[in-house]
């Protein structure tokens, strides 16, 4: 059976953050998104809800993290390829995210990683198939 996976994070500005995410090449629900949050649509089956902090607030009772000074979560995305992993982190890089970490070239697996303008960390990797299919 095929879930749907829906991950909330709380952004200070819901317009900078579309912006920043549309650079990297990623799209919108236009019907969960407007100007309070916005669905970042990351795969068929795969959104993230950038939250407005305000409406964000009204979902929990407890604070909300500022993800610029500790660390909630790292999303990691895998792609297709090495050239992938480069490609998407340097559109990161353009539309002024933070690099997170050195590259990880673990020989079967090769990582990178940044942080977004709100704080949140994302990794982008690349897993060979045939590593996997092996183990």
Not at 27 to 52: D, P, R
Not at 67 to 87: N, P
Not at 100 to 129: A, I, S
Request: glycine fraction near 8%; aromatic fraction near 12%.
């Amino acid at each position: 059976m095929t879930k749907n996976l829906f991950l909330n994070l709380p952004v200070r500005d819901v317009q900078r953050s579309i912006g920043f995410f549309r650079q990297l090449g990623y799209g919108f629900n236009a019907q969960f998104t407007n100007e309070k949050a916005a669905c970042l649509v990351i795969s068929e089956h795969i959104n993230v809800m950038l939250v407005g902090e305000q409406l964000f607030a009204g979902f929990t009772p407890r604070a909300i993290a500022d993800a610029r000074v500790g660390t909630e979560m790292i999303a990691a995305l895998a792609v297709d390829s090495r050239a992938e992993v480069d490609e998407l982190m340097e559109k990161a890089l353009a539309a002024g995210a933070a690099s997170l970490m050195p590259v990880q070239d673990h020989g079967f697996m090769y990582q990178r990683g940044f942080e977004d303008p709100d704080g949140h960390l994302w990794e982008v990797f690349y897993m060979d198939p045939d590593y996997v299919q092996a183990n």
